[in-house]
């Protein structure tokens, strides 16, 4: 079955960066749209970043919600199962724990939550003042 394992969370002051990865298995990562969500405490989950799959004949998308733009870089690499976001210039309100999900050969990259059938069971992200 599907596994994704987030790891990188922790506490850092305002200003700093942090790397998450998320490690996936069971399934055939480079045919995977990634994304990374985040939940703060009484917030819905939003979108953050995803990144779509790719093939020969496609080659992969990038998309940030407008808060993260510019500060917040989503990676992969398929040969490791892993997709990456590295946070940069973290601000108090970017504390949240951090989720990331995977679709099945997206035709458009979703950017909503009940786009992605498969989760992780998230990292927290704890940004001080």
């Known amino acids: 079955q599907v596994q994704l394992v987030e790891s990188g969370g922790g506490l850092v002051q305002a200003g700093g960066s942090l790397r998450l990865s998320c490690a996936a298995s069971?399934?055939?990562?480079?045919?995977?749209?990634m994304g990374w969500f985040r939940q703060a405490p009484g917030k819905e989950r939003e979108f953050v970043a995803a990144k779509s799959w790719s093939s020969s004949w496609s080659s992969s998308t990038t998309y940030y919600a407008d808060p993260v733009k510019g500060r917040y870089t989503i990676s992969r690499d398929n040969a490791k199962n892993t997709v990456y976001l590295q946070m940069n210039t973290l601000k108090p309100e970017d504390t949240a724990v951090y989720y990331c999900?995977?679709?099945?050969?997206?035709?458009?990259?979703?950017?909503?939550?009940?786009?992605?059938?498969?989760w992780g069971q998230g990292t927290q992200v704890t940004v001080s003042s």
């Open positions: 999900a995977a679709d099945y050969m997206s035709k458009v990259v979703p950017i909503l939550p009940a786009g992605y059938p498969y």
């Open positions: 069971g399934l055939t990562f480079s045919s995977y749209t």
